[in-house]
């Protein structure tokens, strides 16, 4: 598979709206629709106000309670007397004013979106590229935890730039040349310190839930990112905002905003401001949707925006406090009891950092053990599967015998072959060699291995699984409509490296997957020979001249309440030259011929081989895919090309068309891909 760096486009520099802006022009790519506009609400009349908090009160159950309710109400409140210095926060503020005044040579090696880097820079959002509106904002986040790991990556002394004045910011913002300040210096007590507001914050929040006061001073709070946010003086913030509405995906941020007011949360349908309070060097404290998941509801995330200021540039600096990756993030179990009943299905930290922000609230939805179709698994009616479980059409998937003993034709077997390659796309093979005890013992396997406990799947997951890149040791989630559904990935070529990284649970994973990889990869290999020969092309011409390498997915598919609104996995073509099926004794793939949607019925001993593939599904299968390696180059056979035959695709390189597919599916284009490359 293509590197995964290879998924982030480069954002460059000229994008950063403190590089173009002139403050006089906004353009329409950062005008909002008129319904999240601010309009003239930029400073809110509105009665409301966000509870302020003394933390230096002594009476500690008034202190409790007063957390407790303003999480309850707002998701959101300010804290005052947190006991970070005014002198820190004046540094800190001095510092970060400062990062975002420097020449553009000094800073341009942060540049990048990709979240897994300890520091970047970007504009607007790390989805720029995807996103329809941008944001009026740049953008700074170090990630600060552990401290010590990660300040080597911050950005070093500014003042070592500041006297290359051949490419400024924009130099009505530039500073005093002569005054010394790190990056370093300052942000890092600052972390500490709010780091330090942070905890004592979730212990209070924890003891107004009658939780144990540490129940989230674990894994659910050990991610700590500092945004920074600068958001230049706009032509006309009416139109236009800093930040979207929004929630973060943290358990609470905190967030220092300097002296210019711009902080806005939504609350009964409002939007309320949340403005510096003089002389008290305030935090904004916001709940974020794991705070809301573990209490099961009884905490509310504080939805918020940040709109812009014409006269004067605002930053602000957001501490997130996070769950880390691999954390399971489900409601606590001591909240939960007959009349509580958990509102959260579980997941994974990781596997929610993934889904993109419109669909948080989707991800984060009522799903309980198929006792319900949450309204985020529910289909368009034109895609849904309706009724047609057991699809009524008489037509079927051709089932093919490749190892006939006595009656064994090849050439009726490619005539077979070739027939349903060009009808359906897929054909199902039985008599195919490989072993009914191993695909029975397979099946056993797998099945077994997702009844894992949570505590013990959690270790296969993996982070590195950016844009759907193969690794080899992957447990994820699909981050889509169809989220329920549980992918492992296993990488199998070269089998002998890979196989060290498998589960080694169940006690015999490994032996049988690998001798059923071997196994199923030779069967694919023959299937593949017959093809070419079908083709007119020599029998081991795709194996040549493709670089192939198989991998395995296994897809778990939990029982549906109402399977009729909602797929396993919606329908798609599959990356690779042929994909190889096993679907057990549960019936669910889908091939579309002809416009209709056709069952492949199961065949406890059978495989379905999909060419092309257009499959939906539901239960547990695995598939071998047999794929490219990313610098393969692709092109229409030479042998089958000819003048009466022009080539209909040109040649690319498999990682082409694997970030193409990326892309394709980032921006929820729905026509094939393979478009992209054909010539017309
Ligand atoms: C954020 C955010 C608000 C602000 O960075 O997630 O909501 O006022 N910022 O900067
Ligand atoms: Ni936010």
Redesign the pocket.
């Given at each position: 598979m293509p590197n995964a760096t290879l998924c982030f486009q480069f954002i460059d520099m000229e994008k950063f709206v403190s590089v173009w802006s002139d403050g006089k022009t906004l353009p329409e790519s950062y005008i909002f629709p008129p319904e999240h506009r601010p309009g003239d609400l930029i400073v809110p009349s509105s009665i409301h106000s966000v509870p302020i908090i003394d933390l230096e009160l002594d009476d500690h159950a008034h202190l409790v309670s007063q957390v407790f309710e303003a999480s309850q109400d707002y998701g959101c409140f300010q804290v005052i007397n947190h006991g970070v210095s005014r002198t820190l926060m004046d540094e800190a503020r001095r510092v970060i004013q400062e990062f975002f005044q420097l020449p553009i040579e000094g800073v341009s090696k942060f540049l990048s979106n990709d979240d897994n880097q300890k520091c970047i820079l970007y504009t607007s959002s790390p989805e720029y590229y995807n996103e329809g509106v941008h944001c009026w904002r740049d953008v700074l986040r170090v990630k600060c935890a552990p401290l010590e790991e990660c300040m080597p990556f911050w950005p070093d002394k500014p003042a070592k730039y500041r006297y290359n004045l051949t490419y400024n910011w924009p130099p009505h913002l530039y500073g005093d040349p002569f005054e010394i300040h790190s990056m370093e210096r300052s942000p890092h007590k600052y972390v500490t310190k709010v780091n330090e507001v942070g905890s004592r914050l979730l212990e209070l929040m924890c003891e107004g839930l009658g939780l144990d006061p540490k129940y989230i001073a674990n894994e659910l709070s050990l991610e700590h990112n500092l945004?920074i946010?600068h958001?230049p003086a706009c032509p006309d913030p009416r139109l236009t905002l800093?930040?979207g509405k929004?929630s973060?995906k943290t358990v609470i941020?905190i967030?220092m905003?300097g002296d210019v007011p711009?902080?806005q949360v939504f609350k009964d349908g409002e939007w309320v401001g949340v403005d510096p309070i003089p002389d008290c060097d305030a935090l904004v404290v916001n709940l974020g949707y794991i705070s809301q998941i573990v209490s099961n509801g009884k905490l509310r995330n504080g939805d918020?925006?940040?709109v812009t200021n014409a006269k004067v540039a605002r930053q602000?600096a957001?501490l997130f406090i996070q769950p880390t990756p691999n954390c399971y993030i489900e409601p606590a179990k001591p909240l939960l009891n007959a009349e509580n009943p958990p509102l959260y299905r579980g997941f994974w930290f990781h596997e929610y950092l993934r889904a993109h922000a419109e669909d948080t609230e989707k991800f984060i939805s009522l799903w309980l053990d198929g006792k319900i179709v949450p309204e985020s698994c529910i289909f368009p009616p034109d895609q849904r599967r309706g009724d047609l479980i057991v699809p009524k059409s008489g037509d079927s998937v051709p089932v093919i015998g490749m190892r006939k003993a006595k009656t064994y034709d090849p050439a009726h077997l490619i005539h077979q072959i070739m027939q349903a390659s060009q009808e359906y796309g897929c054909f199902q093979v039985i008599n195919h060699g490989v072993p009914t005890r191993l695909m029975d013992e397979v099946r056993d396997i797998f099945k077994e291995f997702f009844e894992l406990p949570v505590e013990d799947l959690s270790r296969y997951c993996s982070t590195d699984d950016k844009g759907n890149a193969f690794c080899t040791r992957a447990l994820s989630t699909m981050t889509t409509k169809s989220f329920t559904t549980r992918r492992m990935f296993l990488k199998c070529a070269p089998l002998e490296e890979c196989v060290p990284s498998w589960p080694e649970r169940p006690a015999k994973f490994r032996d049988v997957i690998a001798e059923y990889a071997v196994k199923v990869n030779e069967m694919g290999s023959s299937v593949m020979k017959l093809i070419c020969k079908g083709l007119g092309l020599e029998p081991k011409y795709l194996a040549k001249e493709l670089s192939l390498e198989p991998n395995l997915v296994v897809n778990h598919y939990p029982t549906c309440a109402d399977p009729r609104p909602t797929l396993g996995i919606s329908k798609h073509s599959d990356r690779s030259v042929i994909t190889i099926l096993m679907q057990g004794d549960v019936p669910g793939l889908q091939v579309l011929k002809d416009r209709e949607w056709i069952g492949v019925e199961s065949i406890p001993d059978g495989f379905a081989i999909l060419l092309g593939n257009m499959s939906q599904a539901s239960r547990q299968s695995s598939a071998l895919f047999i794929l490219p390696t990313p610098d393969c180059f692709i092109e229409p056979a030479k042998p089958l090309v000819h003048a009466e035959n022009p080539p209909l695709y040109r040649g690319f390189r498999f990682h082409e068309y694997f970030l193409a597919h990326t892309e394709a599916r980032r921006a929820k284009f729905s026509g094939s891909v393979l478009k992209t490359f054909r010539i017309n």
């Open positions: 945004t946010n958001y800093g930040v929004h973060d941020t967030l905003q711009g902080f918020h925006r940040a602000s957001a």
